[in-house]
Every structure is written in C-alpha cells, then in structure tokens.
C-alpha cells in the first residue's frame, strides 16, 4: 500500500501509473480520494492520475494533531517528492481546492496548472462556521449522529441514493472523534484572495451550482487567476466528480490537453508573457 512519509503522517495516495503528464488530486474533507475513482478510470492512462487522502481521512496514518490547509499543502508536495515528480498539474474539490490553491503558493515552480471544483479563496464565513458548529453538535450526540450523517451526505451528494448510502454507512462506522482535527482545519481556514495574482499557472475553475460555494466567490476566484477557465455544472452537489463524472472529466480532459502539451514545448515564462498581453 503506497505511502508517502510526511515528519508526522504517512500520507496514503494511489497512482494510476504510466508516464503521462502527472494530475494530483485532494478530496474535499469527510470524503477521501476515492471520490476521483471516475476521473482516474476516464483520463488514465493518457494522464497519470495521482488521488491522496489528507490527514484525518481514509488510509492516511497521522497522530490526529492539529493541522491547516498549509500543512496539506506541503502533504501534497510530500506526495510528489515520494513519487519523484518535480512538477504537476494540482488540483481539488472543496478543501481539496483549498489546498490545491496554497500548493501553488508555497511551490509555484512545482504546479504547471490548476484543477479547482467547488472551491474558493476566501477564509471562512460567519455563516459557514455557524453551519460546521451545528453539524458537529449533532456528530457528537449519539443520538442525533445518525441524523447528522444522513444531513451530511444530502449536503454533499445531493439526491443520489446510492452514493448517499455508502458514504453514510462510513461514516458512522467510524468514531465519533475521528472528524474532530479535521474540522478544527476547516474552522481556522484563512483566505487567500488577495494572493491569487501570484498564481500564473493556468486553472480551470468548476463551480458546481448546489456546492453551497456562492456562485460570486467561484466567480470571484476565476477572475482572480489569470487566464483562469471557468465552468458551471447546474444542479450538482460538492461531490460533483462522483455524480457528474461525465461533464467534470471532459471538461478536465480538455484543460489538461490544452495545457499540458504545450507545457511540455513552451517555457513558463512565454505563457506569462501571454497573459500580460
């Protein structure tokens, strides 16, 4: 089982293999990498598809300490380190994005591009932070938790019964702690906004329309990138890349053939010049 070995976690991943252009893809939070199983089936092996559950989540190994979406970062990057990648196209749903943005903040040499679904730049809402509280107070009551969980999976997948109930099933075969650093992450999430015009990657921005990510903070976060692509698939949910796959994967395809092969010809300072045009 592949592990990469971070100073206080072992970072759980699984690689499509091959030698195409390398995709590096993070969950968003309660989930795990599971979640791209469609777009690994879909762009590999013309793309080397490399999925990794963050800390708290799926077969990663940490100590439960607390951790941000700083420190996910540099999991990521641990992650390519451990499989010998200098660069990759980086990407995310949810927290996933959240990470996938500070990835490219802390290493920009390291991420010829951006894949961001559901996703925003800015730190966290009144109105979010209340809504995590909430949920947790159900989570920890024993006799609510089933409810929680059921509240969790219509948020998150929406309408597909069949997905909605493998994931509740997880969910409450773990222990009732088992989200708690996980959401002290998602709690103390800091914004980046006024950082996106260090990112000079190209991104592709996916703004599913029921994520519960308000359409002018995808927005928001397109026009900040430059040269940033933006596309909205109606009526999904967060998990979009397991109940949309079709859309989110021709959609990917497209960016990554778009970029990648030029990438491989044309320096980044040529694309930069480009964009300043």
Avoid at 150 to 173: K, V
């Amino acid at each position: 089982m592949p592990f990469a070995r971070a100073i206080d976690a072992d970072i759980h991943y699984e690689d499509s293999g091959g030698t195409g252009p390398v995709v590096l893809l993070a969950h968003e939070f309660f989930m795990d990498r599971t979640m791209f199983a469609a777009q690994q089936a879909a762009l590999s092996p013309e793309f080397r598809i490399v999925s990794w559950d963050a800390r708290g989540h799926g077969r990663t190994r940490d100590q439960r300490l607390p951790f941000t979406f700083w420190t996910a970062a540099r999991d990521a990057l641990t992650v390519l380190d451990h499989i010998g990648v200098e660069r990759a196209v980086v990407g995310g749903t949810a927290q996933g994005g959240f990470t996938a943005l500070r990835t490219a903040l802390l290493a920009p040499e390291r991420v010829a591009g951006l894949i961001l679904i559901s996703t925003e730049a800015g730190g966290l809402s009144r109105e979010q932070s209340t809504a995590t509280l909430r949920f947790l107070d159900l989570w920890y009551d024993e006799t609510s938790r089933e409810r929680a969980a059921q509240q969790l999976a219509r948020w998150l997948i929406g309408d597909d019964d069949w997905y909605r109930a493998i994931w509740t099933r997880r969910w409450l075969g773990q222990g009732r702690r088992d989200i708690e650093v996980a959401a002290g992450c998602v709690l103390a999430r800091d914004s980046v906004a006024d950082r996106l015009d260090e990112i000079t990657c190209p991104a592709l921005v996916i703004h599913a329309t029921h994520s519960g990510i308000a359409r002018d903070r995808s927005r928001e976060l397109a026009r900040g990138l430059p040269g940033a692509t933006y596309l909205e698939i109606d009526g999904a949910r967060l998990a979009v890349t397991m109940t949309h796959p079709e859309p989110v994967n021709i959609a990917i395809g497209r960016f990554l053939r778009a970029h990648t092969a030029q990438a491989r010809t044309v320096s980044p300072t040529f694309w930069n010049s480009l964009r300043s045009e």
